[in-house]
Each structure stands twice: as structure tokens, then as C-alpha cells.
């Protein structure tokens, strides 16, 4: 089965420090895509970052960046140099190819980041 | 304006009542979603199609009917509501021509059923 895995429910960060949010994975596809939402306390869901099963460079989008380790099935976000606007729901999430042409987004259960002055 | 755009954004209604969430965008994207949020349980897709006419289950569509006659409209109908269905709703979008494109996601419908 298709499934996403986020295994901190909450994380601590200093601002200006870095801070890594796990995601692993588990699919027997071979073609896949890897994506990180974040969603502010305003509710809206905001695109991040996507990460492709056959892409050999990590991704990287300004201060995010995605660690993937293919043997693994992880997909970890990394923030570089966190801000206070930061603080929020993060969630990661797979698209798989759920028969024929069709395709599907399966979401993790998401890591709430809180940024400390 | 362009984009995808959910309706209503706030709903209470009660037990047993037919509800519908609409769910509009503008860029004739092929594929649309709609996916539930709870604490605890992240996203969680209930229905999805891939062009009109055609829809499919997600992981949670019990009670729960769509239809889509027209590409740019995706309503979601709960047909008898239920305090379990009290959520937050998603509407979403892409084309997914390639593989990297996102998912495009609506404001949200912010449902209570009393």
C-alpha cells in the first residue's frame, strides 16, 4: 500500500538555526513524486518543494531543500536559517499512479514546527 | 479572478441534512480532489477524478457522492450528514502533464454538522 509516514507530530526550532522534518515512504512503485505542503495557521496549503523517484539531485527551493534517500524511502524537508513565519503545519506527500493513467496524492499526518525567537 | 475557489467557506448544518461543497477553478485542469482534515489525521482523500465523467473512491468516501459533468466543476455532496463528518474540506487541481506538477488547492470549507 501507498503510504506516508511523519513521525514528529511537533518540532522545536531556534530561529536563524536549521531544522530537518522527517517524511519516509512506502510504495513498490518505481515511478513516483515526493512533495512537502506547508499549511499557516491561516489554513491555506502552500507548495513547497517535489522531489522525483528518478531525479539523482536533491531538490532545492531557497531555503528548503529535500534530502532523498531512495534506498531508504525517506524524504526528509530541510530548513535552512528558520524565521518565525516558519511556524507551521508541514506536510509531506506522494503521488503515485493508482492504475492506468490515473494518479493520486496520499498525505503524511503532518509535523507542526514551532520557531522560538 | 483565476484560480480554484470553494463554497461556502464556513457551513453548520445538522444531522441527517443533504449538504453540498462546490468547488470551481479556472484553469481546466484535468484532475481535481477532495480531501478531509483532522487533527491526527492529516489529509485524507475522499474522491478524485481524472477528466469529467470519470471519478473514483479515495481512502474515505463513505458517505460521501460526486460528480463531475463539467471539467472546471467538482461539488462534494454528503448525502445524509453525520457529526463524523464535521471537517475541514480541500478542493484541489493539477493537470499533471508532467510529473512534477503540484497540486493546486482551494481555500477550504470549514464544515460543522451539529
Known amino acids: 500500500a501507498q503510504k506516508i509516514t511523519q513521525t514528529q507530530p511537533g518540532m522545536f526550532v531556534q530561529e536563524k538555526e536549521a531544522v530537518t522534518l522527517d517524511c519516509t515512504y512506502d510504495t513498490s512503485d518505481q515511478s513516483y513524486g515526493l512533495f512537502w505542503y506547508k499549511q499557516p495557521s491561516s489554513g491555506e496549503m502552500i507548495f513547497l518543494i517535489y522531489q522525483g523517484s528518478y531525479d539523482e539531485q536533491n531538490a532545492t527551493e531557497g531555503r528548503y531543500s529535500l534530502n532523498f534517500q531512495k534506498a531508504r524511502k525517506s524524504a526528509n524537508l530541510v530548513i535552512s536559517a528558520s524565521q518565525l513565519g516558519d511556524s507551521a503545519m508541514y506536510f509531506c506527500?506522494?503521488?503515485?499512479?493508482?492504475?492506468?493513467?490515473?494518479?493520486?496524492?496520499?498525505f503524511g499526518k503532518g509535523t507542526l514546527l514551532t520557531v522560538n525567537p | 479572478d483565476a484560480g480554484i475557489t470553494q463554497s461556502p467557506r464556513y457551513k453548520i448544518t445538522e444531522t441527517g441534512r443533504q449538504v453540498t461543497l462546490m468547488c470551481h477553478q479556472t484553469w481546466s485542469h484535468s484532475y481535481m480532489f477532495w480531501y478531509r482534515q483532522d487533527l491526527g489525521h492529516g489529509l485524507r482523500l475522499i474522491y478524485y477524478s481524472a477528466a469529467a465523467d470519470i471519478t473514483d473512491k479515495g481512502e474515505v468516501p463513505d458517505g460521501y457522492v460526486v460528480s463531475r459533468s463539467k471539467t472546471e466543476n467538482f461539488p462534494l455532496t454528503l448525502e445524509s450528514a453525520t457529526r463524523s463528518q464535521t471537517s475541514v474540506y480541500f478542493c484541489?487541481?493539477?493537470?499533471?502533464?508532467?510529473?512534477?506538477?503540484?497540486?493546486?488547492f482551494g481555500s477550504g470549507t470549514q464544515l460543522s454538522v451539529l
Open positions: 506527500a506522494m503521488r503515485y499512479n493508482s492504475g492506468g493513467s490515473n494518479y493520486k496524492l496520499t
Open positions: 484541489a487541481s493539477s493537470e499533471w502533464s508532467t510529473t512534477n506538477e503540484k497540486l493546486f
